[in-house]
Structure formats: structure tokens, C-alpha cells
């Protein structure tokens, strides 16, 4: 058995992996894709230390640090069930090819996806135009014309954090109302360069083939369609966490997030987990691997203060 087993190969499974493996114990990590959302990313400049890298080449860089240590990294393998023994305290993590691992720890880093619109153009012109991270590309379009889809809490909190670095800003809401909090929609509407629309559907995201030039919309009262001139379209609704395979097993929030606490300990003895996939605030790059770090410091200090099984 290991003493850690990561699920999930991102920046926070293969931090946990590099902390894990440096107390000298055993440790495997099970990803689906080793990288994950880094390597759907393009610039990164917000890791600090390393001024700009490209995803791509940042995920590459993940998995040769983690391959300098004795780690048994087990890649395109998905966990599916999670297990654990009431009176021996061991932890089993059964794999969708039938495999399964024990470990007396675990931590999972399976990360999140966000939801896409699913309109036309979208996926063409993802990371030329269309993004889903407000931090991560804000700066990109400084000066720019941009919308925001979507008027939760993180569609409404884009276009405030937008407002200020580009020149203009359109939030569109499917619903007849904004979601977010009071304050949040009282801070939007103080500001001169943001448009609200609700009961707006967003039909196609317009390009001139190599970046986004516009969006087409439709209202859902009237029916008629409009267009927008833009550069810039940042998706804001919603974040699912990859923690389907998990429910019924441990404490998830309302979202689907895994419920940590600061030592990103889950409700399941021996069970830890970091990164997109918990309740940690802000999914970022550089969040995801400080709490990698802590929940496998925090599964060596379970593995030294309980007997060996
Ligand atoms: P992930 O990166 O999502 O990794 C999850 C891992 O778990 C993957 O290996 C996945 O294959 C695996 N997995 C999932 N389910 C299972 C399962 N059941 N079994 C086994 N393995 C599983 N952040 C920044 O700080 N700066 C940026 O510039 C930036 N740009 C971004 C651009 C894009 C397009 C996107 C999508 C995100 C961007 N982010 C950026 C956010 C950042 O990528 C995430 O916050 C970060 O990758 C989260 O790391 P993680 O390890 O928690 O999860």
C-alpha cells in the first residue's frame, strides 16, 4: 500500500506529490491527464518567480519535478470509488479499470471544468478571445470592449474587477435578475462603463478567424436579436468541481465542492484534499499548489501520529 496516494495531476496533486515524496514515504498519484487545466492555458503570468510560461510547458515542468523522486505515477487512470476500512483506517481508491489502491492517505486534487455556453464560436475561439478566468486574462484586454456572461457572484465580481482595467464592459443575464449578492449589483451599477442586460441569451460568439470580434445575443422577452462589437468574452457561469465519483463519501458543499479546513483536512479521517476541487477560496494556480502543500504536510502528520496498519 502507499502511505499517500494523490487523485488528480494538477499544479495542487503533483505539489502534494513533491511534499509527499520528500519525507521519504511512499507515494503514487492518479491522474486522468497529468497537468490538468494548465494545459489548457496559454500565457501564464501570475505564478510567481517564473514571469511568463505557457501552459502547456508549465505542465511538462509539473511532471518532470515530481518524476525526480520515487513516485509511482499512474496517468490516464480515473479514481472512481473511495473507500474506507472503519477499523484499519486504510484508505481505497478503486480505479474505472477496475484496479484498486490502498494507502493510508489520500489526497485528492481532481480539480474542476468550467461550464461552457455551448453556442457557436465558443470553443473556436477559446483563449482568442473567449476565456473563463477573469484574474488569469483581465490584463489582456486592457483598454479593450469585453462582455461578461453571467450574473452570479463571480460573473458580477469579473465585471466590477474588468471594469477598471478595460474600456467598457457588457454583463449579460439569462434570467430576468442578477443573482449576485446586494452589494456586489450596487458596486456594478455605480460604475459608468458597465451595461446590464438580463433575459438576454447569448447565441454565437463572432470572429474574424483568428480572434473574437463580436457577440450575438438574443432577448428572451422579445425574441429579437442584437450584436455586440467586442474583443473579449469572459464566461462566468460556474465552476464544477470533478467530485462526482465522490458523493455519499464525504462532506461536499452545495456546489459539489469537497469541504476543507485550513489544513485541508476532509470529513473523512485520512482523507485530504486541495486545489479547485474544495472549498479553498480562489482557484488559482499558485492557491492550488500552497494547498497541495498543506494537505500532504497535514497527511504526513496523520501517518506519524497514528500506528502503523
Ligand atoms: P486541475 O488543474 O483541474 O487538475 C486536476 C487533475 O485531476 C487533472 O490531472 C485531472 O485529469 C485529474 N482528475 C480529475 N478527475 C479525476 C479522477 N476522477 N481521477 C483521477 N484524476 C482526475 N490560474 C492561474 O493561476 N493563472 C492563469 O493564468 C490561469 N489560466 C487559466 C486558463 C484556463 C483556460 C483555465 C481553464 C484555467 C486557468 N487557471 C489559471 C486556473 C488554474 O488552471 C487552476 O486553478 C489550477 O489548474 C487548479 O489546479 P488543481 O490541481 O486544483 O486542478
Given at each position: 500500500p502507499f502511505d499517500v496516494l494523490v487523485v488528480g495531476g494538477g499544479p495542487s496533486g503533483?505539489?502534494?506529490?513533491?511534499?509527499?515524496?520528500r519525507k521519504g514515504i511512499r507515494t503514487g498519484v492518479v491522474a486522468e491527464r497529468f497537468g490538468g487545466q494548465v494545459l489548457?492555458?496559454?500565457?501564464?503570468?501570475?505564478f510567481t518567480s517564473v514571469s511568463y510560461?505557457?501552459?502547456p510547458r508549465f505542465a511538462a515542468e509539473l511532471e518532470s519535478q515530481v518524476r525526480q523522486y520515487d513516485v509511482d505515477i499512474m496517468n490516464t487512470q480515473r479514481g472512481a470509488t473511495l473507500s474506507r476500512d472503519e477499523e484499519s483506517g486504510m484508505i481505497s481508491v478503486g480505479l474505472a479499470s477496475g484496479a484498486e489502491l490502498r494507502s493510508r492517505t489520500v489526497v485528492i486534487s481532481t480539480g474542476a471544468r468550467w461550464r461552457s455556453m455551448d453556442v457557436p464560436g465558443e470553443a473556436e475561439y477559446r483563449n482568442k478571445g473567449v476565456t473563463y478566468?477573469?484574474?488569469?486574462?483581465?490584463?489582456?484586454?486592457?483598454?479593450?470592449?469585453?462582455?461578461?456572461?453571467?450574473?452570479?457572484?463571480?460573473?458580477?465580481?469579473?465585471?466590477?474587477?474588468?471594469?477598471?482595467?478595460?474600456?467598457?464592459?457588457?454583463?449579460?443575464?439569462?434570467d430576468s435578475e442578477l443573482r449576485a449578492d446586494q452589494v456586489l449589483q450596487r458596486k456594478l451599477r455605480s460604475l459608468p462603463n458597465v451595461d446590464v442586460l438580463v433575459s438576454s441569451m447569448t447565441t454565437e460568439v463572432v470572429g474574424d478567424g483568428a480572434?473574437?470580434?463580436g457577440l450575438?445575443?438574443?432577448?428572451?422577452?422579445?425574441?429579437?436579436?442584437?450584436?455586440?462589437?467586442?474583443?473579449?468574452?469572459?464566461?462566468?457561469i460556474g465552476l464544477l468541481p470533478n467530485t462526482e465519483w465522490l458523493e455519499g463519501t464525504l462532506e461536499l458543499s452545495p456546489r459539489g465542492?469537497?469541504?476543507?479546513?485550513?489544513?485541508?483536512r476532509t470529513s473523512l479521517p485520512g482523507v485530504f484534499a486541495a486545489g479547485d476541487c474544495t472549498t479553498v477560496p480562489f482557484k488559482q494556480i499558485v492557491v492550488a499548489a500552497g494547498s497541495g502543500a498543506t494537505a500532504a504536510l497535514s497527511a504526513f502528520d496523520h501517518i506519524i501520529r497514528t500506528d502503523v496498519p
Open positions: 503533483a505539489t502534494a506529490a513533491v511534499y509527499a515524496a489548457d492555458t496559454m500565457a501564464i503570468e501570475n510560461t505557457e501552459g478566468c477573469p484574474h488569469c486574462d483581465g490584463p489582456l484586454f486592457k483598454g479593450k470592449r469585453v462582455a461578461v456572461i453571467g450574473g452570479g457572484n463571480s460573473g458580477v465580481e469579473a465585471a466590477i474587477d474588468l471594469a477598471g482595467i478595460v474600456s467598457h464592459v457588457t454583463l449579460i443575464e439569462f480572434k473574437v470580434t450575438n445575443h438574443k432577448s428572451r422577452t422579445t425574441d429579437e436579436a442584437h450584436s455586440l462589437e467586442l474583443d473579449g468574452v469572459f464566461v462566468q465542492e469537497i469541504v476543507v479546513d485550513g489544513a485541508g
